[in-house]
C-alpha cells in the first residue's frame, strides 16, 4: 500500500500530513500560514500532499496557535454609510484568498467609553491587524493602544501621520485645490465652502487646498462664505439653506463630501434655483450616488474601495513573506470629475 493513502479512511490531520510530507508539524503549520521561512521544495512538497488528501485546516486551532485570531478589523467613526460600505468592500478585496476575515467595529470617538471599547474590542478579537480609516485614524490615542497590544495597523488619513509601511496617504488638500480652480476657471467669484466636522484631518485639508486653489485665481474666500456641516444630507441642507439665504447668494458652492453636496442640492430646488443654472455645485469622494442624482454630481473623486484594498494588502504583506517598507507605495492623488452640476457664470446675469 502506498504510504501516502494511509490516512485509515479518516480525515487526515496536520500529524498525516507532516508524517506524509516528511516534514514537522511546524513546518506544516508554515506552509498553511504563508509562512517565508519554508524552502520553496519543500512548500511545494507539503502543499502537494494537502492537496492530495483534501486537509483542511482548524481556523480555531490556527489561531490558538498563533495566539491571534484570523480576524482583520475595521475601526471607523464615519457618519456616511456610502463611504464606510465602500471601504468595507475595499479592505475585503485585500484579504481574499488570505483566510482572513473582516469584523468591522464601528465607535464614537465623542464617547467617554470610546477608548475602553476600542480596547476591549481588540484584546476580545485577538486581531491580525487593524485597518483605521479617518477620522479613527487620526486619533493618536487608538494607536498608542494597538501598540501596547502588539496588534498591526495601517492608517489611511489625507496626511502622512506614521510610518510609510502603517499609511495610506489621500492628499486631501489637492483635491480641494482643483475643486477650487475649476469653479474660479469657470467665472465664479462669491464660492462658498461647507466644510466636514472640525474632529476629522480631512475637514481642515480639503478647506485648506481649496482656498490655496482660490488664491491660485485671485480669489478669496470670504469667512462669511463658510459654514461647518457634519458629512451628513442634513448637514448639507442646513448649511446651504443659510448660505442660499444671504443678501448676496453664492453661486458656486464646495461641500466637503458627497453627502452634502446632495443636501445641497435639495436647497437649492427648496429655494426654487436650478443647478447649475443658477448655482454650480462641487463634492467630494465620488461615491456611487454622485452620478445617479440628478443633475449628476461634479466632485473630486478619491478611489475609497482602493484605499481599503492598499491598507488591507499592507496589513498582510509580512504574512504573504513581504516587507511592507519596500512595497511600491501606490499614489492616491484625487482627481476631478466633471459632470453637470458645474457650469460657467453667465457674465451678464445679476444674481
Known sequence: MNETRRTGGKPATINDIARLAEVSKKTVSRVINNSPFVKEDTRKRVEAVIAEHGYIPDPQARGLAFRRSFLVGMIYDNPSPNYV???????????????????????????????????????????????????????????????????????????????????????DSRGGARAARHLAELGHRRIAFISGP???????????????????????????????????FESGVEAATELLALP???????????????????????????????????????????????????????????????????????????????MVQPEVDPSLVVRDSTAPLPALRDV
Open 85 to 171: 460600505v465602500n471601504m468595507q468592500q475595499g479592505v475585503l478585496d485585500g484579504v481574499r484568498g488570505s483566510g482572513l476575515e473582516l469584523v468591522v467595529h464601528p465607535c464614537n470617538r465623542g464617547s467617554a467609553t470610546f477608548l475602553n471599547e476600542v480596547q476591549a474590542f481588540i484584546v476580545r478579537q485577538k486581531l491580525f491587524g487593524v485597518v483605521m480609516p479617518p477620522s479613527v485614524s487620526e486619533d493618536d490615542r487608538v494607536v498608542a493602544i494597538l501598540r501596547e497590544a502588539d496588534c498591526p495597523y495601517v492608517r489611511i488619513a489625507s496626511v502622512s501621520l506614521d510610518e510609510p509601511a502603517r499609511m495610506v496617504v489621500t492628499h
Open 198 to 232: 472640525d474632529t476629522f484631518r480631512s475637514s481642515h485639508e480639503r478647506g485648506r487646498g481649496f482656498a490655496e486653489g482660490l488664491a491660485e485665481h485671485g480669489v478669496t474666500l470670504d469667512p462669511a462664505y463658510i459654514r461647518r456641516g457634519a458629512y451628513t
Open 248 to 326: 448676496q447668494r453664492p453661486t458656486a458652492i464646495f461641500a466637503g463630501n458627497d453627502e452634502m453636496a446632495i443636501g445641497v442640492m435639495k436647497a437649492a430646488r427648496d429655494a426654487g434655483l436650478r443647478v447649475p443654472e443658477d448655482l454650480s455645485i462641487v463634492g467630494f469622494d465620488d461615491l456611487p450616488m454622485a452620478s445617479r442624482v440628478w443633475p449628476n454630481l461634479t466632485t473630486v473623486r478619491l478611489p475609497i474601495r482602493d484605499m481599503g484594498r492598499m491598507a488591507a494588502e499592507k496589513l498582510t504583506a509580512r504574512s504573504r513573506g513581504l516587507d511592507p517598507a519596500t
